[in-house]
């Protein structure tokens, strides 16, 4: 049975307006004012206890979703120190206060008021203030955290100061308070950080808020469901912290190499930090680690991508969340399950959080193999198991290239790719030396290339002097040669590596030789000829970052024989219809995405490009022969024309 226990969020309607689509405006035209979402999230219990569900107020709209895999069910009522006048919508009744003890007691905290009636605070909850309290429940009392139990049975932390650490001298109500408010407590100096997520969770110290605001006589009331820790906090900054804490020892002095310290003192950003453990870090290849501890770049890249520009706290994670870390192009997946209440990268964060006043620490313990920082290319192709590839490098006796220049691109085709080779190349390339040398040196290129410096018609120049790869790029699609470039590029130190499904081979033939050598397009090409006898008006074969959709001469024959001697005797026409079929740039159908349409300009007219079914289609003409790569463009085979007028 489900038993319930737990969390309660509690939501204030007319705070989400704006933030909130799952009420409507006319929803809260039915709700009226000061209703307020609760949220109960009920977790598997072995007892069989009933289900704990309590109607109150306008419970009208009830909901049920998962909050980490559990269930959740909302309803509505009236928020906290107000009530329902009958038959009028909302809660426009406000009620009259109690003293704080009165408040906790009826929010059922009685351990809480055990304690600070113990501790002699009496004051404090009947009748001086205003105060704040942040209250554990009597259950988070119940199962207090470990180290706090030996704390407080050492004597190293009194009950006094314990309790003290929940009271903050002045009345804070949430929605008056900012995300990263440190707020001192009446435990002398030492503060509690208090956030709010991007889901409408609110925490303090990291833990979350079940009940909030309750407006008591002198003071205001927040239920929260753990006890918090004043260990937890510090005054130092994140290095400090980092520089304490004697399983983060290698971390901290990729920080010192990576000259980050300034930054990570700075009092004005707060930063979430999850810094690997020595015993993770020291599983990283040696070279690698090594390289990265003498590197002041490489160290600097590392360390940016286990900072977070905000502050995460666990507790407040109920669903998944992927959050873009400092480092370049990097994000770190957070979620939660039914058994873990938090993830990371798939991985439990050990809890031991530290809350610096800029920001939180966590240490994290998973699995660095996919960062690259420190790594070769050919470490990296090594990781990626491109084993046919690597075979063909070794062959050519170009390991140690990959290994040792600086600043290169491998556009590595796949195991696949290399076996999909014609066999008589395949054998020729993997027993002469110097062939194999072309041909990974083909697939090299002299400059690094990602997506952020990519553009279209871009050219980079090979490890064959002379020798050029196109590049090419459609919307996010990129390619090469017109081949699609896989997005799971791969950065090293000394370069990147962007996985292909095809061999790139330097083109042999040029557009012309296409059209000349087969008697399919004899048509076009006297179209050519005769436009060819208007020098400022042919079609320039030239430049290489062309489309051609070349006719066959069945697309001109039906147009039927008066039309098309017409055309042949209106040369300015041919040739509109000639431009209506060149593209200034490379389109490879393969960068093509099935569902899309893609506008394209022509030298005349706008043309439309899409697929139905396997095809493609030019406006309503279809390919019937794709992506025929020359050395001046790409040729795409039509068998109608793609007239102007469309
Ligand atoms: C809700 O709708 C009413 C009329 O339908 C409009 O006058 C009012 O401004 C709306 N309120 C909000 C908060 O959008
Ligand atoms: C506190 O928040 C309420 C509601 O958002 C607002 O009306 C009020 O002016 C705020 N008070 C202060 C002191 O900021
Ligand atoms: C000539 O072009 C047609 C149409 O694209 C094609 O089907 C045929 O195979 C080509 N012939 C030769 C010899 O390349
Ligand atoms: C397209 O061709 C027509 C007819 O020759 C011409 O009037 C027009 O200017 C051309 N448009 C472009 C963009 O070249």
Known sequence: MLRVIATIFVIIIQQLVNANNYYNNATLQKYGK?????????????????????????????????TCGHITL?????????????GLPGCTIVK?????????KLLGANEFARYAMQCGLFDILEIGGPYTLFVPTDEAFAKMDKSLKLALVSR??????????????????THNMTSNTLLETLNDGLHLRFNKHFNQVETINCVKLIRKNRIAKNGVVHLINTVLNPHIYSNRNLVQIINQNTELTIFSKMIETSRMHQSLKETFQTYTVLAPIDNVLRKLPNNQLSRILDDEKLSKEFILKHLLPTTICLSA????????????????????????????QGY????DLKLTFNGILYAVNFDLSNYNEGKTVLQIMNDMGLTEFLQIVNIAGLAQTFDTKNMLTVFAPSNQAIKSIDSTE???????????KTFVEYHIAKEVVTPKNIYDNKIVETFIPGQYLRLQCVQNTFGVEGQLLNLQHKVGFNGIVHLTNQVLMPSTISVHDIISKNNSFSIFMRAVNLLDILPATSPEFCGNHNTYFIPTNNAFKKLGIDRLIWIFNNPLYMRTILHNHQVERVLSTKLLKKHWQYEIQTKNKTIILSHRGNKL??????????????????????????????
């Open 156 to 173: 190293k932390l009194t009950t006094s100061e314990l309790i003290k650490y929940h009271v903050v001298p002045y009345r804070l109500i």
């Open 426 to 436: 395949l054998y020729c390339i993997k027993t002469d030396s110097g062939y194999a």
């Open 34 to 66: 000061n209703v307020c979402t609760i949220e109960e999230v009920f977790y598997d219990g072995n007892n069989d206890l009933p289900t704990m569900y309590r109607e109150h107020g306008l419970t009208l709209d009830n909901r049920q979703k998962q």
């Open 317 to 344: 994670i109920t669903e998944g969340q992927i959050i873009k870390t400092l480092g370049d192009d990097h994000s770190i997946k957070f979620n939660c399950d039914a058994l873990n209440s938090a993830t990371t």
């Open 74 to 86: 909302s309803r509505n009522e009236c928020c906290e120190g107000f009530k329902q006048l009958k």
């Open 348 to 351: 439990c964060i050990k809890s």
């Open 617 to 646: 289609m030019v406006n309503n003409v279809e390919v019937i022969e794709a992506d025929l790569m020359t050395t001046n463009g790409i040729v795409h085979v039509v068998d109608d024309l793609i007239l102007p007028q469309y």
């Open 96 to 104: 009259s206060p109690n003293n704080m003890l009165e408040t906790i």
